[in-house]
């Protein structure tokens, strides 16, 4: 069965970086398109990034671009999202999400399983 | 801000029928298939319906989509208290080339 299990977490002071981590078990990793949502405390689901199955095409949310960097390990079936310069309004949960459709990525997919999340504090 | 609009709430007795509603434009909704998913609190996000009307296996028949220009519905019939949870839309945006969000529907069974 499919299993996303996200990691890295945690407080973190504003401007300060931190890297999440995803690892993808019970499917072909490297044939999915794999995407980063967040949700902040009581809020509703925002998209934040994501990448086709061979990290060809990558898209991100417009408040964090120039900030956060998705990439993919397929060899190590994981996925990361780097994020630096970090703000107070990027505190959330932050779930990895698989794709439905293999080799399919954006208009030709769609999110079909997601993660637990790994909740994200910007504060000082 | 959503993209998509929802109604923040909905609420209904076990055995009626509801609807929520998510509204978006020609650059989502209009061209683009819509998903719904639906959420617990504190648990994942579950995909509920697919393609605009379509039912993942193991979704009951209760649930039902459509979509109609730049909008979309979710039907709930038969309603029972384990549906109480929050409901999001969902589509591809072509001018955010991006996924974009409704603001959630939290529904709650009288």
């Known amino acids: 069965q499919v299993l996303l299990v996200e990691s890295g977490g945690g407080v973190v002071q504003p401007e300060k970086s931190l890297r999440l981590s995803c690892a993808a078990s019970?499917?072909?990793?490297?044939?999915?398109?794999m995407h980063w949502v967040r949700q902040a405390p009581g809020k509703g689901l925002e998209w934040v990034a994501g990448?086709?199955?061979?990290?060809?095409?990558?898209h991100y949310t417009g408040s964090v671009k120039g900030r956060f960097t998705i990439s993919r390990d397929n060899a190590k079936n994981m996925l990361y999202l780097e994020m630096n310069s970090l703000r107070p309004e990027d505190t959330a949960m932050y779930y990895c999400?698989?794709?439905?459709?293999?080799w399919g990525y954006g208009v030709n997919s769609y999110i079909d399983y997601w993660g637990q999340g790994t909740l994200v504090t910007v504060s000082s | 801000q959503s993209v998509l609009t929802q109604s923040p709430s909905v609420s209904g007795t076990p055995g009626q029928r509801v609807t929520i509603s998510c509204s978006g434009s020609?650059?989502?909704?209009?061209?683009?298939?819509v998903y719904w998913y639906q959420q617990f609190p504190g648990t994942a996000p579950q995909l509920l319906i697919y393609?605009?009307?379509q039912r993942p296996s193991g979704v009951p028949e209760r649930f039902s989509g459509s979509r109609s220009g730049t909008s979309a519905s979710l039907a709930i019939s038969g309603l029972r208290s384990e549906d109480e949870a929050h409901y999001y839309c969902?589509?591809?945006?072509?001018?955010?080339?991006?996924?974009?969000f409704g603001g959630g529907t939290k529904l709650t069974v009288l």
């Open positions: 999400a698989k794709d439905k459709v293999i």
């Open positions: 969902a589509a591809w945006d072509d001018s955010l080339s991006g996924w974009v």
């Open positions: 020609s650059s989502n909704i209009e061209t683009y298939h």
């Open positions: 019970g499917f072909t990793f490297n044939g999915y398109g």
């Open positions: 990448t086709s199955f061979d990290g060809s095409k990558i």
């Open positions: 393609k605009n009307s």
